[in-house]
């Protein structure tokens, strides 16, 4: 398995995918901020969003994109495994499915969590030097966002990982990522309005307490779901049930799937 794993490390650090999608997301970060400056410095005092509290409060805001940017980056490293033969070359030097599996699994989060260092910093770095430093949503509101949402997106970018290899098209398992982490949470929370057992479970899947917990971000104020212990430990634990679970189905899943 480890040779596996580092051969998949060879593959992704020397192909141009990961530098690519990494590249392009700095670059909407550093432009982000630099023309919320730029409108800032035309407009005065009139402009209002010439401030680190606006930019951060984009990610502040939004935790479930860190989410979808992990399944973009799973989907984005394994989705041609099964259309150019790559698992089934790989099967067939004797490692199995639930070690394949495993392997796609920490080379893809390795690659998302390099790909976070890098963007996060110049998303930062930029907000620092170019905006104004006020505002309710502060420095860190942002970085104490990273670990709550670091296990929800680990499970998020999984589930892609399981998706798409569970499933003959792309296409199909992309529609399946979207339903499992949006629309069956709406479900189970508007369920949940009328059933007390149901709202228990749907105020643990994160697309229902990030949006409607008491979660307040925006120009006045700044409540975060994971600005208190409890919170933090909720979005902690969610993470790592999610991450169990969508492992577990994946091993299940995979394990006699047909290449």
Not at 46 to 63: E, M, Q
Not at 178 to 193: D, Q, S
Not at 205 to 217: L, Q, R, S, T
Not at 240 to 247: E, M
């Amino acid at each position: 398995m480890m040779n596996y794993i580092k051969s998949e490390f060879y593959r992704v650090s020397h192909s141009r995918g990961i530098y690519c999608l990494t590249a392009i997301l700095v670059i909407l970060s550093f432009l982000l901020n630099a023309v919320l400056a730029w409108f800032g410095r035309m407009d005065g005092k009139s402009f209002r969003y010439d401030t680190t509290s606006y930019s951060y409060s984009n990610l502040v805001a939004n935790p479930m994109l860190f989410c979808v940017m992990g399944a973009v980056i799973g989907i984005f490293l394994y989705e041609g495994n099964r259309k150019y033969g790559n698992l089934k070359n790989t099967i067939a030097f004797g490692i199995s499915r639930t070690k394949v599996f495993a392997g796609e699994c920490i080379v893809a989060t390795v690659s998302a969590v390099f790909s976070l260092i890098i963007v996060i910093s110049v998303y930062i770095i930029s907000a620092v030097i170019f905006l104004e430093h006020t505002g309710p949503v502060n420095l860190m509101d942002l970085l104490t966002e990273i670990p709550a949402v670091f296990f929800i997106a680990v499970a998020s970018l999984i589930s892609g990982i399981v998706c798409i290899e569970a499933f003959e098209k792309a296409s199909t398992g992309i529609i399946i990522w979207v339903t499992i982490w949006f629309i069956i949470p709406k479900i189970f929370f508007y369920l949940g309005l009328r059933f007390d057992m149901i709202r228990n479970i749907a105020m643990w899947m994160p697309d229902n307490f990030f949006g409607v917990n008491g979660m307040v971000v925006n120009m006045s104020q700044s409540i975060t779901a994971w600005g208190t212990a409890e919170g933090m430990a909720k979005c902690l634990m969610s993470g790592i049930i999610g991450t169990v679970v969508f492992s577990l189905l994946g091993v299940i899943l995979l394990r006699k799937r047909e290449l």
